[in-house]
């Protein structure tokens, strides 16, 4: 497995076009998978080399060469020689920190996109794919495994699919399509999210509670850095004059266009959503503390007399009159009842409790 680096300052007086992956370490070896299709055929293997192939690359025919797991360095740096690829785009390639891009090239197209999934603890992992489009051939590079594309697979064994009589511009509208349906599930988990947030805020807000809309708040600054620029690259794709992206599949961008705009729309409804919530908190905790402010206030207030009274005949004097009679004491006990009961009486004429 070859070596990684976690972040791209790692990469600090390497060569421009060094090829070195950079990100999380691949929990698995990698694994590359090679599809072929037509309208009449349709084949699927495992493949290790650049001759298993370019083997398989014949007329007619369109390939999908999807690559899962960056550590195969050696075999991006083959793909990179056999089909002319621009060192610093196979640099890009390994280095899963890249922003959302589109960029052409004489014989080829590389694209650039984020997958976003959520987990259990309402974190957002994000996975880069890169694609390189050629007329004939298609690469994707992931740098996990998972079940993102087995939608896809499954159009492709479908013999009467608009997909197997469509070339390699189609597959990658297929593929950005599939991506940007996934930003619709993320979506559905972070509302019923921020729904279960609203209750527990209104109901009763508690530090937990606060933390969690923090963190939503957080990654929610993070699906909007990766899925905003992905405007950019569907409107530089649809103003493309790339013999590459026919005019017929161009409708099927702007199809996806929409889809992301109206993903960036709900993100920032949300955003706008957290940032509410976080006020509602901040407005019930400083209305809790006045209401507890307030009661400590009355109480306060009721003991200060009373606390008086018997500071003054708690006094050492020889001469206190009251002192000597008889009902002083039963006296005293009176206005330590009527006192309070005056001051609470006030308290609620003025509508301060």
């Not at 497995?1 to 990469?11: G, I």
């Not at 090679?34 to 293997?45: K, N």
């Not at 994000?126 to 087995?150: C, K, P, W």
């Not at 508690?206 to 929610?220: N, V």
């Given at each position: 497995?070859?070596?990684?680096?976690?972040?791209?300052?790692?990469?600090?007086?390497?060569?421009?076009?060094?090829?070195?992956?950079?990100?999380?370490?691949?929990?698995?070896?990698?694994?590359?998978?090679?599809?072929?299709?037509?309208?009449?055929?349709?084949?699927?293997?495992?493949?290790?080399?650049?001759?298993?192939?370019?083997?398989?690359?014949?007329?007619?025919?369109?390939?999908?060469?999807?690559?899962?797991?960056?550590?195969?360095?050696?075999?991006?740096?083959?793909?990179?020689?056999?089909?002319?690829?621009?060192?610093?785009?196979?640099?890009?390639?390994?280095?899963t920190h890249q922003r959302p891009k589109f960029e052409e090239y004489d014989d080829y197209l590389f694209l650039v996109v984020k997958t976003l999934n959520s987990t259990e603890a309402l974190t957002v992992r994000h996975e880069q794919v890169s694609i390189l489009v050629f007329a004939d051939i298609l690469f994707t590079f992931r740098e996990t495994t998972d079940g993102l594309f087995n939608s896809l697979r499954q159009r492709l064994t479908n013999a009467k699919g608009?997909?197997?009589?469509?070339?390699?511009?189609?597959?990658?509208?297929?593929?950005?399509?599939?991506?940007?349906?996934?930003?619709?599930?993320?979506?559905?988990?972070?509302?019923?999210?921020?729904?279960?947030?609203?209750?527990?805020?209104?109901?009763?807000?508690?530090?937990?509670?606060?933390?969690?809309?923090?963190?939503?708040?957080?990654?929610?600054?993070?699906?909007?850095?990766?899925?905003?620029?992905?405007?950019?690259?569907?409107?530089?794709?649809?103003?493309?004059?790339?013999?590459?992206?026919?005019?017929?599949?161009?409708?099927?961008?702007?199809?996806?266009?929409?889809?992301?705009?109206?993903?960036?729309?709900?993100?920032?409804?949300?955003?706008?959503?957290?940032?509410?919530?976080?006020?509602?908190?901040?407005?019930?905790?400083?209305?809790?503390?006045?209401?507890?402010?307030?009661?400590?206030?009355?109480?306060?207030?009721?003991?200060?007399?009373?606390?008086?009274?018997?500071?003054?005949?708690?006094?050492?004097?020889?001469?206190?009159?009251?002192?000597?009679?008889?009902?002083?004491?039963?006296?005293?006990?009176?206005?330590?009842?009527?006192?309070?009961?005056?001051?609470?009486?006030?308290?609620?004429?003025?509508?301060?409790?």
């Amino acid at each position: 497995m070859a070596e990684s680096l976690n972040y791209p300052s790692e990469k600090a007086g390497l060569p421009p076009g060094t090829l070195v992956h950079v990100g999380k370490e691949p929990a698995a070896a990698g694994r590359i998978t090679l599809i072929s299709y037509s309208t009449d055929h349709f084949e699927e293997h495992l493949v290790a080399t650049i001759d298993d192939i370019l083997q398989h690359r014949n007329p007619g025919a369109t390939l999908w060469v999807h690559c899962e797991g960056l550590d195969i360095v050696e075999m991006i740096e083959a793909i990179g020689h056999q089909f002319t690829v621009h060192p610093l785009v196979l640099e890009d390639i390994l280095n899963t920190h890249q922003r959302p891009k589109f960029e052409e090239y004489d014989d080829y197209l590389f694209l650039v996109v984020k997958t976003l999934n959520s987990t259990e603890a309402l974190t957002v992992r994000h996975e880069q794919v890169s694609i390189l489009v050629f007329a004939d051939i298609l690469f994707t590079f992931r740098e996990t495994t998972d079940g993102l594309f087995n939608s896809l697979r499954q159009r492709l064994t479908n013999a009467k699919g608009r997909i197997r009589s469509m070339g390699t511009d189609y597959l990658t509208y297929v593929i950005m399509d599939a991506v940007v349906d996934n930003y619709f599930a993320l979506s559905d988990t972070l509302e019923e999210a921020i729904e279960d947030l609203e209750i527990k805020l209104l109901d009763r807000p508690r530090p937990k509670t606060f933390a969690t809309t923090q963190l939503l708040k957080r990654e929610l600054v993070f699906i909007r850095k990766a899925i905003l620029p992905l405007r950019e690259v569907l409107l530089a794709v649809q103003r493309s004059e790339s013999p590459l992206i026919q005019e017929k599949t161009l409708p099927f961008f702007r199809d996806v266009f929409d889809h992301t705009l109206r993903v960036i729309d709900t993100m920032d409804s949300y955003r706008d959503l957290i940032n509410g919530m976080l006020d509602i908190y901040l407005s019930s905790v400083s209305n809790r503390m006045n209401e507890i402010m307030k009661v400590l206030t009355v109480f306060a207030t009721i003991f200060i007399p009373l606390t008086f009274i018997a500071g003054v005949y708690g006094m050492n004097f020889d001469y206190m009159p009251e002192l000597r009679w008889r009902w002083s004491y039963p006296i005293l006990w009176g206005f330590f009842f009527l006192i309070p009961a005056v001051l609470l009486t006030l308290f609620r004429k003025k509508k301060w409790l």
